[in-house]
């Protein structure tokens, strides 16, 4: 074999694209409710959309589903403008959760199954598995008895009926108490990991969000502000750790002398208790606090706490924002 032979090394590929809107726009009388919003999903994504009340996220998503026509703009679906119809039917989405109010969650789930042609031992099988994956086995009480929390476990069930490929989802863990919402959480990570379901989830609770979502878009007053990966995400946030010392001079001196960089360093001082409580910051070492705790102590300063802390979700989002 001569020995020039250039061997081509796999290229890495990105993900198909399960969702593009293109500078999509709604417009109600003079309100605009989506400004421009082009959003890229890909096969595979959690993609948690973050914005408050009033921010588009549900007009974009009944946009996505075509139950509001858009203003202007395209819609793309596995790729493509057109077969918009087919693809949507091969979707399950949850918006404002809308059942039968006298059936129950057996009956309800088994209508939608005759809707979407599941039927037989099949249709059976597929909702007692729905119904135990949500925690509803067993409800026998019409949908109209239901608390706000059960009924968007059922939506979230009718939205999973038949394994589609992309699921929406529009505030799904709102009225759910701590349990309900680490469960929910669960079901899809689950799903999206057995199933490789792509999800587009909306969220007021950005903590749990930023537990489950690979990618975030950031919308407020109709338009996308930023769409950012997790890893991406949580590059950008401000990660320090934090000692509370009473002498913060000296401690400083001692941290430098252990290979601490001054200019990574400084101190803030908070007197909302009536005297003077030195906090010294740090932008490097968060991984060396024991060390620093027995350096300080060892050398007779008294550390109250010390502790990592990083920009959570809802600070980014709020810096984002300009708020």
């Given at each position: 074999m001569p020995?020039?032979?250039?061997?081509?090394?796999?290229q890495?590929?990105?993900?198909?694209?399960?969702?593009?809107?293109?500078n999509?726009t709604k417009?109600y009388?003079?309100?605009?409710?989506?400004?421009n919003?082009?959003?890229?999903?890909?096969?595979?994504?959690?993609?948690?959309?973050v914005?408050?009340?009033?921010?588009?996220k549900?007009?974009?998503f009944?946009c996505?589903?075509?139950?509001?026509?858009?203003?202007?703009?395209?819609?793309?679906l596995?790729?493509?403008a057109?077969?918009?119809?087919?693809?949507?039917?091969?979707?399950?989405?949850?918006?404002?959760?809308?059942?039968?109010?006298?059936?129950?969650?057996?009956?309800?789930?088994?209508?939608l199954?005759?809707?979407?042609g599941?039927?037989?031992a099949?249709?059976?099988?597929?909702?007692?598995?729905?119904l135990?994956?949500?925690?509803?086995?067993?409800?026998?009480?019409p949908?109209k008895a239901?608390?706000?929390g059960m009924?968007?476990r059922?939506?979230i069930?009718?939205?999973?009926?038949?394994?589609?490929?992309m699921?929406?989802?529009d505030?799904?863990?709102?009225?759910?108490?701590?349990?309900?919402?680490?469960d929910i959480?669960k079901?899809?990570?689950?799903?999206?990991a057995?199933?490789?379901?792509?999800?587009?989830?909306?969220s007021?609770?950005?903590?749990?969000?930023?537990l489950?979502?690979?990618?975030?878009?950031?919308?407020?007053?109709?338009?996308?502000?930023?769409?950012v990966?997790?890893?991406?995400?949580?590059?950008?946030?401000?990660?320090?750790?934090?000692?509370?010392?009473?002498?913060?001079?000296?401690?400083?001196?001692l941290l430098?002398?252990?290979?601490?960089a001054?200019?990574?360093?400084?101190v803030?001082?908070?007197?909302?208790a009536?005297?003077?409580?030195?906090?010294?910051?740090l932008?490097?070492?968060?991984?060396?606090?024991?060390e620093?705790?027995n350096?300080?102590?060892?050398?007779?300063?008294?550390?109250?706490d010390?502790?990592?802390k990083?920009?959570t979700l809802?600070?980014?989002f709020?810096n984002l924002v300009?708020?």
């Open positions: 020995s020039n032979t250039v061997f081509a090394l796999p890495k590929t990105s993900a198909p694209t399960a969702l593009q809107t293109v999509l417009n009388g003079n309100f605009v409710a989506l400004d919003v082009s959003i890229n999903v890909s096969q595979g994504d959690i993609y948690g959309l914005g408050r009340n009033g921010a588009g549900t007009t974009l009944k996505v589903m075509g139950l509001t026509n858009p203003s202007s703009g395209q819609v793309l596995g790729g493509e057109r077969h918009l119809d087919a693809h949507r039917r091969e979707m399950g989405f949850m918006i404002s959760p809308s059942f039968f109010p006298y059936l129950n969650p057996m009956e309800n789930l088994q209508y199954c005759r809707v979407k599941i039927n037989g099949a249709r059976n099988r597929e909702v007692n598995r729905l135990d994956l949500v925690g509803l086995a067993g409800v026998d009480k949908f239901f608390s706000l009924k968007q059922l939506g069930a009718g939205a999973l009926l038949g394994s589609p490929q699921v929406i989802l505030e799904p863990i709102n009225g759910l108490d701590p349990q309900g919402i680490i959480r079901i899809i990570s689950e799903v999206h057995t199933q490789g379901t792509t999800f587009i989830v909306s007021h609770i950005l903590a749990e969000l930023d489950v979502a690979t990618k975030f878009g950031f919308i407020d007053h109709g338009k996308l502000l930023q769409e990966s997790h890893s991406e995400l949580h590059q950008q946030t401000q990660r320090t750790l934090e000692i509370v010392s009473d002498d913060p001079a000296r401690a400083a001196q430098q002398a252990a290979g601490v001054p200019e990574t360093m400084e803030h001082v908070d007197e909302s009536g005297y003077p409580e030195y906090t010294l910051v932008n490097e070492g968060m991984s060396r606090s024991a620093f705790t350096l300080l102590v060892t050398n007779g300063i008294s550390v109250s010390i502790h990592r990083e920009t809802e600070d980014y709020m300009g708020e």
